[in-house]
């Protein structure tokens, strides 16, 4: 027994230590680190099947300038020290020309930090807090939405539509970066149009009863409730107690992740009926292109995509772009430079929208550099009905009426 | 081999790297061990010698990673001061924790360590005019020092890797002062008989509220060492439980109580941490975890104190129980 243990760890060791199957050579290295294993492994599998598809349209049409690309997935296991090294690694290593991914904004900040230290472009895709892109950092590139962009749709509708402005308003959050910069920038704009906050209340992620919450936001008795939920429990936690407590405000608004899953309304069933969701931004669907898009990825995977496979899908395009306008000498790193300054003349459509990287001021007075300058376009307001989530505002985007003020309850 | 001979040895190989290499890889991964052998010596005082586990050492990682940040970015306080008060920080912090919690032994024990982190992590989300809450902080550049004439380029691995080295081999110096000590004859009764110890003598709160003191003044260098190499911070990062668990497997692997076990445990932790991760890419965690189960069952003593058991051709000695 003991023998065979030793056997055991010993060609394991000689397993590990035996050359790792060389990259195939002379492609266009794109370098993503993502969480494969760890709490977070489910996203960092959905950006894989989002890459993988667009890479494999892109070499199927023979590639970019006659090279074919590749995208170098790399696990950070959602742990921001592990981010850090796979950035350094995937760019002094593997010597990549270009990152994207990173899927949390603690890690995005990490390989942003080094990307910077080290000239080498990111392309951000998904992480979405607002430093990322506000700290002047000049390699650092993102196509989506800042987290204080996501209410601008709900900002729109209640400016927009007759009777709709809040008399007061309610917000609820989860205590993490995504939670506060939602809450803070809805807040900033109610203010802004004297609503009154009658409840601003933090929460921990993945709180199990909201009924003690709800009963301090009953006692307010808004006209609005906002909730903001990064995880589809609390999402769906959130708006049961609320309705099982009785507050009734004349719309129920959810933002964040947890409100666009379907998930919510199998939950809740007819509880779920006409609560808004601030959803993420995951391309126009009025638009065919991006129809014929969903079909196809649904085809190959037999999954709908959401935001984070558009993001996915659309970024390997962002960049392919750029690569396609430079000429690289194989010198690293005047490519990597050359590569940064194809990227500042982005000017293209994806599946995701229209793409221009700019220097300007966020709704929160952030300063932001090669943010995407159509990022407040980005922004939708959808609805719960029937049981499926249908765009409603801004009208461009919309796919059905929207129900306000909301029936269900009695006030 | 003297034992005297073989520290040395490991000191030489600790600061060797960076005059074999200049690959900013390889030396951010050296970087990463000695980071990792200073959490694990720091951990070790308090846990090797006294016996005492303890699973929030995190906290004091934290606390010192936040004072340092925030000593730079509200006074500008250059690096150097910085650690040092990071680690004066966590020292401070440390005491009221050793108070309340060295009242409980054994696994009450550990379970308050495990809560007092917990509830440190949750003030540093909360108390956001001081941390900046959930968003963190991020340090976007370092201030241009010049030592003896020359301009210190941070943008480079090398004063990184000095500074850390230094720290490394400070804790295990520590650590060899604490084995010759008084005070390591104290914590090593208490690890054996704490009754016995209070018996004869030893006012054991007292020695294991100082070892915890030192503890985390170390813990607290290496917390603010994060925050300048890594130059964000944020209580995800700093504070989990995660951080704390590693430390001690670090400590455990190597071998308890002894002055080059973090060390060991810590090279060969992060190495095969990062074969197994490039080698399988998504099945590493099993393997990583499976070589630990091999390590505990089999080398109940930890690598180096297996090691230098063999070279001294001692017989298996009893493992190490708390």
Not at chain 1, 237 to 266: C, M, N, S, W
Not at chain 2, 95 to 118: D, H, M, N, Q
Not at chain 2, 216 to 232: N, P, W
Request: hydrophobic share 45%.
């Amino acid at each position: 027994m003991r023998r065979f243990l030793v056997l055991a760890l010993v060609s394991g060791m000689l397993l590990v230590a035996a050359p790792a199957p060389a990259a195939a050579q002379d492609t266009l290295k794109i370098g993503a680190p993502q969480p494969m294993t760890g709490p977070d492994a489910p996203f960092g599998d959905k950006f894989k099947k989002a890459y993988g598809m667009a890479v494999e349209e892109i070499n199927a049409k023979g590639g970019v300038n006659g090279k074919k690309i590749e995208v170098i997935i790399d696990d950070h296991q959602a742990k921001n020290a592990l981010a850090a090294t796979v950035a350094e690694k995937l760019i002094t290593q593997t010597k990549v020309l270009v990152l994207t991914g990173g899927r949390a904004s603690g890690q995005a900040v990490e390989i942003a930090s080094v990307a910077q230290r080290l000239k080498t472009p990111y392309v951000v895709d998904h992480p979405s807090a607002d430093i990322i892109t506000s700290k002047g950092f000049e390699w650092v590139f993102r196509n989506n939405p800042t987290g204080s962009i996501y209410p601008q749709a709900f900002n729109k509708f209640i400016t927009e539509v007759p009777g709709a402005m809040p008399k007061s308003a309610a917000v609820v959050y989860d205590n993490t970066v995504f939670g506060k910069t939602i809450a803070n920038s809805a807040m900033t704009f109610l203010k802004s149009k004297n609503v009154p906050i009658v409840n601003d209340e933090a929460y921990p992620v993945n709180s199990l009863d909201f009924k003690p919450l709800m009963t301090k936001v009953k006692a307010g008795n808004p006209d609005f409730l906002l909730m903001v939920a990064v995880a589809t429990t609390d999402a769906i936690l959130l708006t049961k107690h609320a309705k099982e407590i009785g507050v009734a405000p004349r719309a129920f608004v959810g933002f964040g992740g947890g409100f666009g899953v379907e998930d919510l309304a199998k939950e809740l069933g007819p509880q779920s009926q006409n609560v808004f969701s601030s959803a993420a931004w995951s391309g126009n669907p009025n638009d065919p292109t991006v129809k014929e898009f969903y079909k196809k990825f649904h085809d190959k995977y037999g999954i709908w995509p959401k935001e984070h496979e558009v993001e996915g899908y659309a970024i390997v395009y962002v960049i392919a772009d750029a690569l396609r306008r430079s000429s690289l000498g194989g010198n690293l790193d005047a490519d990597r430079e050359t590569i940064r300054q194809a990227l500042l003349k982005t000017d293209m459509t994806t599946v995701f929208g229209k793409v221009k990287f700019g220097n300007w001021a966020g709704p929160l007075g952030d300063k932001y550099t090669n943010q995407n300058i159509y990022s407040p376009d980005h922004s939708v307001l959808a609805q719960w009905l029937d049981g499926k989530l249908q765009n409603v505002w801004p009208k461009s985007n919309a796919e059905t009426n929207y129900v306000f003020p909301d029936n269900t309850v009695k006030r | 081999m003297s034992r005297a001979a073989a520290v040395a040895l490991v000191v030489i190989l600790m600061m060797a790297p960076p005059l074999l290499t200049a690959n900013s890889f390889l030396l951010h991964l050296g970087i990463t061990m000695l980071l990792w052998t200073l959490l694990g010596a720091s951990w070790n005082l308090l846990g090797g010698f006294a016996g005492q586990v303890s699973f929030g050492h995190a906290t004091f990682f934290g606390v010192g990673a936040y004072a340092t940040m925030l000593l730079y970015l509200r006074l500008g306080l250059a690096p150097w001061y910085g650690l040092a008060l990071g680690g004066l920080a966590a020292m401070l912090v440390s005491l009221p924790i050793g108070l309340i919690c060295f009242r409980l032994r054994g696994p009450y024990f550990s379970l308050s360590t495990l809560a007092v982190a917990e509830i440190v992590r949750l003030v540093a989300l909360n108390w956001e005019a001081l941390t900046n809450g959930p968003v963190g902080l991020l340090i976007t550049g370092l201030p241009s020092v010049a030592l003896g004439g020359r301009v210190i380029n941070w943008e480079s691995k090398l004063p990184f890797y000095c500074v850390i080295a230094a720290l490394a081999a400070l804790a295990m110096a520590a650590t060899r002062q604490l084995s010759r000590a008084r005070l390591g004859a104290y914590l090593v009764a208490i690890r054996e008989d704490e009754d016995a110890a209070e018996a004869i003598g030893i006012d054991t709160v007292r020695a294991k509220v100082l070892t915890l003191a030192l503890s985390a003044f170390f813990t607290g260098l290496g917390g603010g060492f994060y925050g300048f190499y890594y130059r964000y911070v944020d209580p995800d990062a700093v504070f989990p439980i995660a951080l704390s668990v590693e430390m001690v497997f670090i400590a455990v692997v190597g071998g308890l109580s002894t002055v080059v076990g973090p060390v060991i445990g810590a090279v060969f932790l992060t190495s095969i941490g990062e074969l197994f991760r490039e080698r399988f890419q998504v099945g590493h965690l099993i393997f990583y975890g499976l070589f630990m189960m091999l390590a505990i069952r089999y080398l109940p003593e930890g690598i180096w104190g297996s090691l230098r058991r063999a070279l001294a051709g001692r017989p298996r000695a009893e493992p190490w129980r708390s």
